[in-house]
């Protein structure tokens, strides 16, 4: 397993943008398919976006396509997720996750490390 430990959540009005990070341990954090997931008050944890390893490929929860955007530098070990447009509604706390597995998964059962979790407030 990585430890990984997300930052860059906080309070932000609606339409601005917010750009989370994760920071993840361990040399192996490039064979590692990397993903982020939400929970919001009184909800279940959800999928939000999944990138490959090697950063090529990615996909996204309807509710996000278009203004959000996963990233990773495998060099930094670190994964990205730059949230523009933001709504009421993307507010949760936000877990970055990391499956030591080539293929996509979008089910938290299939991911084995998580981070902590860092909070998104939108709201005026």
């Known amino acids: 397993q990585v430890q990984l430990v997300e930052s860059g959540g906080g309070l932000v009005q609606p339409g601005r943008s917010l750009r989370l990070s994760c920071a993840a341990s361990?040399?192996?954090?490039?064979?590692?398919?990397m993903g982020w997931f939400r929970q919001a008050p009184g909800k279940e944890r959800e999928f939000v976006a999944v990138?490959?390893?090697?950063?090529?490929?990615?996909y996204y929860a309807d509710s996000v396509k278009g203004r959000f955007t996963i990233s990773r530098d495998n060099a930094k070990n670190t994964q990205y997720l730059q949230m523009n447009s933001l709504k009421p509604e993307d507010t949760a706390v936000y877990y970055c996750?990391?499956?030591?597995?080539?293929?996509?998964?979008?089910?938290?059962?299939?991911?084995?490390?998580w981070g902590q979790g860092t909070q998104v407030t939108v709201s005026s």
């Open positions: 996750a990391g499956r030591f597995n080539i293929l996509f998964s979008t089910a938290r059962h299939d991911y084995d490390s």
């Open positions: 361990g040399r192996t954090f490039s064979r590692y398919t």
């Open positions: 990138i490959n390893w090697t950063g090529s490929n990615t």
